[in-house]
């Protein structure tokens, strides 16, 4: 357990705050929001980027930079000991068993086998990508580990330059 665990802990420990319980409490009488106005009135919410009209900071300020997060590939990694306690000596491995065995969940482009923990079954393994001592440790064990293709990656520009064009003379 982690330092940061247990403040997660103690939060969720903490007693949600009891409001309108009567003045002798403290948090009676306007229960915290004040007198009047749109915040003391129930349904009343704002978007923390409003400012009351003005252009928000978020819209004033520059975006600059790129991120990849929305392009990169969404890589899930499978361990060797998963594979030793889930399948029985001889079977085919694919993505579509790795996702019955409940091993990788929906949602990933590429699967990586990777090598922690020891193989005593031979396996036909097949997925996207395998680390190097984890395909030693495949074949080592009498398996195999087959590589499947990817997404085919975005071609940009088919048509090609115009200027390529001119000078091949189309």
Same mark, same amino acid.
């Given at each position: 357990?982690?330092?940061?665990?247990?403040?997660?802990?103690?939060? #969720?420990?903490?007693?949600?705050?009891?409001?309108? +319980?009567?003045?002798?409490?403290?948090?009676?009488?306007?229960?915290?929001?004040?007198?009047?106005?749109?915040?003391?009135?129930?349904?009343?919410?704002?978007?923390?980027?409003?400012?009351?009209?003005?252009?928000?900071?978020?819209?004033?300020?520059?975006?600059?930079?790129?991120?990849?997060?929305?392009?990169?590939?969404?890589?899930? #990694?499978?361990?060797?000991?998963?594979?030793?306690?889930?399948?029985?000596?001889?079977?085919?491995?694919?993505?579509?068993?790795?996702? #019955?065995?409940?091993?990788?969940?929906?949602?990933?482009?590429?699967?990586?086998?990777?090598?922690?923990?020891?193989?005593?079954?031979?396996?036909?393994?097949?997925?996207? #990508?395998?680390?190097?001592?984890?395909?030693?440790?495949?074949?080592?064990?009498?398996?195999?580990?087959?590589?499947?293709?990817?997404?085919?990656?975005?071609?940009?520009?088919?048509?090609?330059? +115009?200027?390529?064009?001119?000078?091949?003379? +189309?």
């Amino acid at each position: 357990m982690n330092i940061h665990d247990v403040n997660e802990q103690v939060k #969720a420990a903490r007693k949600p705050r009891r409001v309108g +319980r009567g003045t002798g409490s403290g948090r009676g009488k306007t229960s915290q929001r004040g007198h009047k106005g749109f915040g003391s009135r129930s349904g009343s919410s704002m978007n923390p980027v409003f400012e009351g009209g003005q252009m928000p900071l978020v819209r004033r300020v520059p975006k600059r930079g790129f991120n990849n997060k929305t392009f990169a590939d969404v890589v899930v #990694a499978v361990n060797l000991f998963d594979l030793e306690r889930c399948f029985d000596k001889g079977d085919k491995i694919t993505p579509e068993t790795l996702k #019955a065995k409940g091993l990788v969940k929906k949602g990933f482009d590429k699967i990586k086998v990777l090598s922690n923990g020891e193989l005593k079954k031979s396996l036909d393994v097949s997925a996207h #990508a395998f680390s190097a001592e984890a395909q030693k440790k495949i074949e080592a064990a009498g398996g195999k580990a087959t590589v499947l293709p990817g997404k085919k990656p975005v071609v940009k520009n088919k048509m090609g330059s +115009r200027k390529k064009r001119l000078l091949e003379g +189309r």
